[in-house]
């Protein structure tokens, strides 16, 4: 098995039509590198896990909240020494009341609105798995990014890495609804691979992980920052062209003109000395 994989026969596992269903040779392959002899599937969709357990006649818990187990609320009851997990790619495909049944079921993770809300329970819910696992068990997560509004929603960057992070595989997508849509521009990059996640449990009581932590900062307030760069930053969020008082207001009141007493002929040395800028005026700056 290479890290990179392509399965353009999705073959008869699962069922073709259900939204989402990935193919089952992923799992087979899989069995030969990690030789489980269980697996368990608690957002199974279709029961794609469960035809590829039947096949290698190995034994398999295999669940979803479209037969009534809420991987959320419900507990988990086994103790497992491999979970395939395929969660929604957030809000793509809309399950309960679209793929199955009438009702927006209240813990279906793809009608969540928010993409951190998202992300929230998506980590509760694989913390809530990785608790069940066997000394030396894995669990296998496949799951994309999102593009929305020229913003990339990363899935495999924000998941929680707990335990021993131990492989990423590039699957390539296909037979997609978006294979046949046809975009206004040529500057689109379209999404076309998925990843796994293999995360292995190697202690049962100490956990390694790691976090990915989402916030803002203001460079104004960074020491780190040279003059050239904020000065230039100003003047961008200022149209390329302001009155020195104007850029005085802006940075006034911040860490960085906190940091030197003799801010405002600084800012006035940065402007004169860098080729990057240029003098519009009397008092009048512009940036390249």
Known sequence: MDSIVNYKDRGSFGKNDYRGNTS?????????????????????????????AD????????YD???????????????????F???????????????YGTQILKNDLSHIKDYYEFMRKLNFCLTKQFNTLDNGGRIAILMADVKKN?????????????????????????NCTSDNKIYSNNNFIKIS?????LLRKDNPLIVPFSITKTDVFDIR?????????????VLESLNKKAYLNEIYSKIQ???????NKNWKEKIRQTLQENKIFYRIDKGVWGLI
């Open 85 to 99: 997990w395929h969660p929604p790619y957030w809000d793509i495909v809309k399950y309960s009341g679209n793929v």
């Open 24 to 52: 089952g040779k992923i799992i087979l392959d899989l069995n030969k590198i990690y030789k489980f002899s269980k697996i368990s599937d608690y957002m199974a969709g279709s029961f794609t896990t469960k035809d590829v």
């Open 253 to 259: 009141g911040h860490k960085k003109c906190n940091s």
């Open 150 to 174: 020229k913003k990339l929603y990363s899935m495999l960057l924000d998941i929680n890495k707990i335990g021993t992070t131990e492989q990423i595989i590039i699957k390539q997508q296909n």
């Open 65 to 83: 909240l479209n037969n009534g187990f809420d991987l959320v609320e419900d507990e988990i009851k086994e103790r497992n020494e491999f979970i």
């Open 193 to 197: 691979h998925e990843y796994v996640l």
């Open 221 to 233: 307030d960074s020491l780190k920052i040279t003059w050239k760069d904020l000065v230039a930053n």
């Open 55 to 62: 096949y290698l006649n190995i034994s398999s818990n295999c």
